[in-house]
């Protein structure tokens, strides 16, 4: 959920998508080859973690960094 919409993205057109003021979500440059992709909610104030998540880093891919397959990003407006 985000808590703060003034910072929910980050754009910069040398990176990949990220979201987050201090980069909640951030997804790296040619992610399907390196493991600098990484998250990091609940740290930002903008993004928020659901209640009864242990870990922020570990809630998307179960690592704090790793090599997406994929990656999809819906806006909703």
Do not use: K
């Amino acid at each position: 959920m985000v808590s703060n919409p003034t910072y929910a993205t980050y754009r910069n057109p040398s990176y990949g998508p990220t979201f987050g003021n201090g980069w909640d979500l951030h997804v790296a440059d040619n992610a399907n080859s390196n493991t600098n992709s990484y998250s990091d909610f609940g740290q930002h104030n903008v993004y928020s973690v659901p209640r009864g998540v242990q870990d922020q880093y570990t809630i998307l891919a179960g690592t704090r960094n790793f090599t997406p397959d994929e990656v999809e990003v819906f806006y909703l407006g």
